[in-house]
């Protein structure tokens, strides 16, 4: 167990819905990095948070969006999803801005239909 | 901006025999590196991380990479495989530019008996 919690692990959705994935840090990390990882673009960084505000983003479609609540856990919504965005997610957690390391969750696995 | 480039998707080795797995980078600053290990389905762990300490760095399971400046290289060695080293190994770079890691394609290392 890292100490970074996704849930859920498993998602299968159709076209056009909508989801929500969640993660909780590791205890005492201030921030929370999300990954999207397919076979085709390998692993892609969407956002960054940090202690409550978005600090940097990636390669993020306008259809997803993300916040940090102030118990510092993370949700990455996903919306009118295409079969494109079948992919493994991440989050990855670090205690800051600087490169101390990043602890990574299992992931949550999307599959549109 | 910073980048890693993996020199080889695939490599394969008999067990008992070394292990290497290439990596350069481009930073505009002092990087930070990492080699991160993904086993099939499971998330990604850390192997080693180098942050400007001690260029030879030593990680778990008997890994080790050498940070070399000149030649902007971090390969992953292994003195002999084991069939459990048999995962996709990617190496991670980051810089105080953002501080966001950055990933390699990824390399899969096979390991036969």
């Known amino acids: 167990d890292s100490g970074v919690t996704q849930t859920p692990k498993h998602l299968i959705t159709a076209t056009g819905q909508r989801v929500t994935l969640r993660c909780s840090p590791r205890s005492g990390d201030l921030s929370v990095y999300w990954y999207q990882q397919s076979l085709d673009q390998g692993l892609q960084f969407l956002i960054q948070?940090?202690?409550?505000?978005?600090?940097a983003k990636g390669n993020i479609l306008e259809r997803f969006s993300a916040q940090q609540f102030p118990d510092l856990h993370s949700e990455l919504n996903l919306s009118s999803l295409e079969l494109g965005d079948s992919a493994l997610y991440f989050c990855?957690?670090?205690?800051?801005?600087?490169?101390?390391?990043?602890?990574f969750g299992s992931g949550t696995r999307l599959t549109v239909v | 901006a910073q980048s890693v480039t993996q020199l080889d998707s695939h490599v394969s080795v008999s067990e008992g025999t070394p292990v290497l797995l290439r990596c350069n980078y481009s930073s505009s600053y002092s990087p930070s590196l990492f080699w991160y290990v993904q086993h099939p389905n499971k998330g990604l762990q850390l192997l080693l991380k180098?942050?400007?300490?001690?260029?030879l760095v030593k990680g778990i399971n008997g890994f080790e990479a050498e940070f070399k400046k000149s030649e902007t290289s971090f390969h992953l060695t292994k003195p002999s495989a084991h069939m459990s080293d048999a995962a996709e190994y990617f190496c991670?770079?980051?810089?105080?530019?953002?501080?966001?890691?950055?990933f390699g394609r990824g390399t899969s290392l096979i390991v036969h008996p």
């Open positions: 990855a957690s670090s205690p800051g801005i600087a490169n101390y390391g990043y602890t």
């Open positions: 991670v770079v980051s810089d105080g530019g953002s501080y966001i890691p950055t």
């Open positions: 180098y942050t400007s300490a001690a260029t």
């Open positions: 948070y940090y202690n409550g505000e978005e600090r």
